[in-house]
């Protein structure tokens, strides 16, 4: 199927969700079992996994319209790997890879593609060496090359000398906007509604019922779960709860590749000449670095991008463009580790990102209110996991025994005692 047939058909399919969107006199006066707050990848993965588990009336309301560019799932591709310098990212990823499968084969259309990916750094950088331990400790294939090797066998590299690469076999890419609506389709299937141009004005705790005010009228819930993204701060402060997020613009760059069959990521990855994905650490910045995708969404373009660096008001976001720009980091970067890759952008495309201190998520109920299940703070790598962090919503949301320890995702974490 050509691009345009494929754009239409995720228009028309958009369309289609709009249509139940509109909230009915029977809308009003029903109680809802559950309301999720946001339709971004995370929300639509909450709202379809407790679904997935029989609950029968779900709402989950977004402030745009579906598909829209104002958040942080939109656009063409998202990295997902296996390496990761913290276990317990590694140990959700193992089962992430899994239920992404799921939504694949349920929803009929390939979401994944699979090219291979990249780690390096210099031969004393901490972020390689966790990536490693982590393969190991979970059994994961990879392959650990110098950049001697690494420079023969990838043309497109060109790493100083004491650096190293380790090869990951099953990172690739996620489509990530028909991710979303996977998500939202399978999601209102299973008799889930979806309210778009619904902005939640106020969440207003009441004892067994949770009143959601907003510009299309109120919901009454037993539980509600936020999901806001960017805007979670705004919802959430109201409640009491104020976490030390910061929202931060991220360029998403695409760079024009003079060997479009080997930067591509419809090349053939049997053989391993080809580029895949890729992440970069100095361990200076610490979780700040670079990562990149061959070319996918635009043809002969690759995506390399410097991780969010501009703290901005979301209802701002492109406030102040041109004089936050991180473009020429990231041309510096390009024509000091990679051949053949133009280091002048030929797209900037403008998202933004949610951040913790510890670029760990949060994942919690209020403390006072136990109905209020609280999902935020994915600091630029919750994508990929979105699928194990929609269950464990869920598992919180029903009641249900967490699948996974929870003490790096709680509210309190940063409280001073």
Avoid at 347 to 365: A, G, H, K, N, R
């Amino acid at each position: 199927m050509n691009g345009c047939s494929e754009n239409k058909r995720t228009i028309n399919a958009y369309y289609n969700l709009f249509s139940r969107s509109y909230l009915m006199e029977s809308d009003k006066d029903l109680l809802y079992d559950v309301v999720v707050i946001g339709a971004g990848i995370v929300g639509s993965s909450t709202a379809y996994s407790i679904a997935k588990e029989g609950v029968r009336h779900v709402a989950l309301l977004e402030q745009f319209q579906l598909g829209h560019t104002r958040g942080s799932s939109h656009g063409g591709s998202r990295i997902t790997r296996r390496g990761y310098h913290t276990h317990y990212y590694a140990e959700m990823m193992t089962e992430a890879f899994k239920l992404w499968e799921e939504v694949e084969q349920e929803y009929g259309t390939q979401l994944y593609v699979k090219t291979g990916g990249f780690h390096f750094g210099n031969a004393t950088s901490k972020y390689v060496k966790e990536v490693i331990s982590g393969f190991q400790h979970l059994r994961v294939k990879h392959e650990v090359l110098s950049s001697t090797e690494a420079n023969d066998r990838f043309e497109f590299f060109q790493l100083p000398s004491d650096y190293r690469c380790v090869i990951e076999e099953d990172a690739g890419i996620l489509a990530a906007s028909k991710t979303v609506h996977a998500l939202q389709t399978l999601f209102t299937k299973r008799g889930g509604k979806i309210f778009d141009c619904c902005q939640v004005t106020k969440v207003i705790p009441g004892g067994d019922v949770v009143t959601i005010a907003t510009t299309k009228g109120d919901f009454k819930t037993k539980k509600v779960v936020i999901t806001a993204g960017p805007y979670s701060s705004k919802i959430l402060k109201p409640l009491g709860i104020d976490l030390p997020l910061v929202v931060k613009r991220l360029e998403v760059c695409y760079w024009k590749t003079d060997l479009p069959n080997i930067c591509s990521a419809g090349y053939s990855h049997s053989d391993d000449h080809s580029m895949g994905v890729f992440m970069y650490s100095d361990d200076v910045n610490d979780q700040e670095g670079y990562y990149g995708l061959p070319a996918y969404e635009y043809p002969g373009l690759v995506k390399i991008c410097l991780t969010g660096q501009t703290v901005v008001d979301p209802d701002h976001r492109d406030a102040d463009l041109a004089s936050h720009s991180t473009t020429a980091s990231v041309s510096q970067f390009i024509g000091k580790f990679f051949k053949g890759i133009s280091t002048t952008p030929s797209i900037v495309e403008p998202c933004m990102c949610t951040y913790s201190p510890d670029y760990d998520f949060f994942l919690d109920y209020h403390p006072d209110y136990h109905n209020i299940i609280i999902g935020t703070g994915f600091s630029g790598h919750g994508f990929k996991l979105a699928p194990v962090i929609g269950k464990i919503l869920a598992e919180l949301t029903l009641s249900l025994s967490p699948s996974y320890d929870l003490q790096y995702f709680k509210l309190h974490r940063f409280q001073k005692t």
